[in-house]
């Protein structure tokens, strides 16, 4: 069993900033009276499920997979959906920013995770030029914790609807009210489908991939919210049926989707008609400004910040993934948006034969 004092002290002096802890001082000495009776050894997981939740629910996400390796009963809190509904009454939830690579020693795509180191001042280590302190960094999600894998959200008037990223293929959403945190399932999907890509036009919600590439019949549908009823899209073609698709987009009415295959393909929903689009940049609306990403990774919109990935060669010969966040200031009276670096560096390093799948941000 896991000491009492270990989880307490590393929990709460450790992770929990100092800003944060005048709730707790209200509590210390209930808890100190019980922690020194000798009779009894106590431990962090003999407290009420309510403490350890309320706990849990204030400390960032960032840390969660390490400490889902405390024990089966800790993981299954922080998998629990109580959980979810504590940080939602705390408000304490976070914009996180997840990759999904293929490794070339790995059987399988592996997801990592951007995590900032708490209370650092982070710096631009494109103008010091030099390597990574390690304040930032793509950390693997540990596969105990792989269940817990973010789920593919979008938006759609007061809810949110969440797809499966696991190997284990769904045939429904989940759907979640952003006022009242109520979870329930939709109505299950044509075909069962994994790391699918989705997007949202003129209220309905178009479903992409994530199933086998000779679903010809299925490999993209939508779904009417109104209705509840989900429709098959037009079959594209083997050409177009891509097995691994980065996105989707909304462009001039249309919708393109991103793939990693060497071209992409669009599709009109007004038309019923797919055709071949030309590869082209990355981009990411943040307010109401497009930002057009040329030799990245991936881009996107971090907290109304822009986040841009890219790679380069490293002194190893291997390849070092870079990661920087830029704040946009668009200043009345001047039709120009400025842009300032908040911080640049390395967040991972890996083999150059590596694979960039797919990215996924959302706010849980």
């Given at each position: 069993?896991?000491?009492f004092?270990?989880?307490?002290?590393?929990?709460?002096?450790?992770?929990?900033?100092f800003?944060k802890?005048?709730?707790?001082?209200?509590?210390?000495?209930?808890?100190?009276?019980?922690?020194?009776?000798?009779?009894?050894?106590?431990?962090?997981?003999?407290l009420?499920?309510?403490?350890?939740?309320?706990?849990?629910?204030?400390?960032?996400?960032?840390?969660?997979?390490?400490?889902?390796?405390?024990s089966?009963?800790?993981?299954?809190?922080?998998?629990?959906?109580?959980?979810?509904?504590e940080?939602?009454?705390?408000?304490?939830?976070?914009?996180?920013?997840?990759?999904?690579?293929?490794l070339?020693d790995?059987?399988?795509?592996?997801?990592?995770?951007?995590?900032?180191?708490?209370?650092?001042i982070?710096?631009?280590?494109?103008?010091?030029?030099?390597?990574?302190?390690g304040?930032?960094?793509?950390?693997?999600?540990?596969?105990?914790?792989?269940n817990?894998?973010?789920?593919?959200?979008?938006?759609?008037?007061?809810e949110l609807?969440?797809?499966?990223?696991?190997?284990?293929?769904?045939s429904?959403?989940?759907?979640?009210?952003?006022?009242?945190?109520f979870?329930?399932?939709?109505?299950?999907?044509?075909?069962a489908?994994?790391?699918?890509?989705?997007?949202?036009?003129?209220?309905?919600?178009?479903?992409?991939?994530?199933c086998?590439?000779?679903?010809?019949a299925n490999?993209?549908?939508?779904?009417?919210?109104?209705?509840?009823?989900?429709?098959?899209?037009?079959d594209?073609g083997?050409?177009?049926?891509?097995?691994?698709?980065?996105?989707?987009?909304?462009?001039?009415?249309?919708?393109?989707?991103?793939?990693?295959?060497?071209?992409?393909?669009?599709?009109?929903?007004k038309e019923?008609?797919?055709?071949?689009?030309?590869?082209?940049?990355?981009?990411?609306?943040?307010?109401?400004?497009?930002n057009?990403?040329?030799?990245?990774i991936?881009?996107?919109n971090?907290?109304?910040?822009?986040?841009?990935?890219?790679d380069?060669?490293?002194?190893?010969?291997e390849?070092?993934?870079?990661?920087?966040?830029i704040?946009?200031?668009?200043?009345?009276?001047?039709?120009?948006?400025?842009?300032?670096i908040e911080?640049a560096?390395?967040?991972?390093?890996?083999?150059?034969?590596?694979?960039?799948?797919?990215?996924?941000?959302?706010r849980?």
């Amino acid at each position: 069993m896991i000491s009492f004092s270990w989880i307490f002290v590393w929990l709460f002096v450790v992770l929990v900033p100092f800003s944060k802890r005048t709730w707790f001082k209200n509590s210390v000495a209930l808890l100190y009276k019980a922690f020194s009776r000798k009779e009894k050894k106590l431990t962090f997981m003999s407290l009420p499920d309510e403490i350890i939740l309320n706990c849990l629910a204030r400390i960032s996400r960032s840390h969660y997979p390490k400490l889902s390796l405390v024990s089966k009963t800790f993981r299954s809190l922080l998998m629990s959906h109580t959980l979810n509904v504590e940080r939602f009454h705390l408000k304490t939830s976070e914009t996180f920013f997840h990759v999904c690579l293929k490794l070339p020693d790995r059987p399988s795509p592996s997801m990592f995770t951007l995590w900032i180191k708490p209370g650092q001042i982070l710096m631009n280590q494109l103008e010091k030029k030099e390597r990574s302190t390690g304040d930032t960094r793509l950390v693997q999600i540990p596969s105990s914790y792989y269940n817990k894998v973010p789920l593919y959200v979008i938006t759609v008037g007061s809810e949110l609807y969440g797809l499966s990223q696991r190997n284990d293929p769904s045939s429904n959403m989940l759907v979640r009210n952003k006022e009242i945190l109520f979870c329930r399932n939709s109505p299950n999907m044509i075909v069962a489908r994994a790391k699918a890509r989705a997007v949202v036009f003129y209220g309905k919600i178009y479903v992409m991939g994530g199933c086998a590439a000779n679903e010809s019949a299925n490999w993209g549908e939508v779904f009417d919210p109104k209705t509840q009823i989900w429709e098959a899209l037009p079959d594209p073609g083997p050409e177009l049926r891509f097995s691994s698709i980065r996105g989707i987009e909304v462009i001039e009415g249309k919708l393109y989707i991103r793939s990693n295959e060497e071209k992409d393909s669009v599709y009109d929903p007004k038309e019923g008609k797919w055709d071949v689009a030309k590869k082209s940049h990355l981009q990411c609306m943040i307010g109401n400004v497009w930002n057009l990403g040329g030799g990245m990774i991936e881009i996107a919109n971090y907290g109304g910040k822009l986040l841009i990935l890219w790679d380069k060669i490293g002194p190893s010969q291997e390849k070092d993934i870079w990661c920087a966040v830029i704040a946009l200031e668009k200043r009345d009276g001047i039709d120009e948006v400025w842009a300032k670096i908040e911080w640049a560096s390395i967040v991972l390093t890996v083999p150059c034969s590596y694979v960039f799948l797919y990215s996924l941000l959302n706010r849980w």
